[in-house]
C-alpha cells in the first residue's frame, strides 16, 4: 500500500523526496529548518529547489522572515509559518550545576547561554559588560556552554580584570533552574534560526533582551512588551538598554511576566496540533 502522506525535512531530502513522488502524486509535506540564506547550499541545489517546491503540498518554514524569503524566491511554493516548540519545564539532565555554586545569592545574573562561537556574539557582549560593570556593581554576567571560542573568551575576561565578575562555568543539563535564577536573559547572536534559548528563558518568566537579528527574536518579542530587541550588533544600543534594564526592578518585573506568553504561543501541544491539522488536511484529500 501507499503511504497516506510523506514528510520530509532539510533541503536535499526535500528534494529529492519531491522528485522520488512526482509520479506517485502522494501528498508531501516538506520543511526547512533553518533560515535558508544562514546556511546556504550549493548552486544546483538551490536550483533544484526553485524547480521541485512548487510540487509539495506545503512548504513549512520556522519563523515569518523565512515565510517572506520563500514567497520572495520561490513564489509558486505553498508555505506557512510552524514554530519550534517551546519546552516547559525543561528537561533536567547531566551535567547538574547549581547557580549558587558559581553566583552568591545577593548577586544579580545577567545570564547567556550558547555555543562559545563566533556568531553567538559572547565577545562583545563581555567588552559591553565590562563598561556596564563599573556603574552597576550588584551585576554579574554568566555564560553557560561550550566551544572552539573558550579559551579565547576567558583570555579576554582575564585581560579586563573581570573574573569576579564574568563566569564561563560550562554546560549546564539543569539550564532550567538558571533560567529562574536569572534576573536578565541577553542574546547577542549576530544570527538565528530559531533561538531556542530565547524562547527557553521566556517560558521561565525572565525578562529578556535580544538582538533583533534578521530571523526568530522578532517572533518571539514584542519590542517593550515582552522583551527588548535591539539593532542587529549595534553593541552601544545594547549597553544602553542594558542598563536600563539593570536599574529598573519594575521595568524588568513588567517583563518578565509578558514573556510567559509564549508557553500558550509556542508550547508543544499548540505546535504539534498546528503539525496534526496540516497533516490531517492533506491526508483527507
Partial sequence: DKPDIILSMMTSSNIISIVANYALKIPIIVSE???PPLLPVSRPWQILRKLTYPFASRVVMLTT???NWLQREI???NGLVI????LYPLPINRPILDPHSVIKADRNILLAVGRMSEEKGFAGLINT???LSKIHTKWDLVILGDGPMRVELQQQIEKASLGNRVFMPGRAGNVSEWYEQANLFVLSSRVEGFPNTLSE???HACPVISFDCLTGPRDLIKNGENGVLVAAGDYQELEKSLGELMENDVYRKRMAVNAICVREKFGLDKVMKEW???IEAHVSK
Fill in 75 to 77: 513564489p509558486k511554493a
Fill in 33 to 35: 529548518r533553518t533560515y
Fill in 129 to 131: 559588560f565590562a563598561t
Fill in 65 to 67: 522572515e523565512g515565510l
Fill in 201 to 203: 528563558a521566556m517560558t
Fill in 276 to 278: 496534526m491539522l496540516l
Fill in 83 to 86: 514554530p519550534n516548540p517551546v
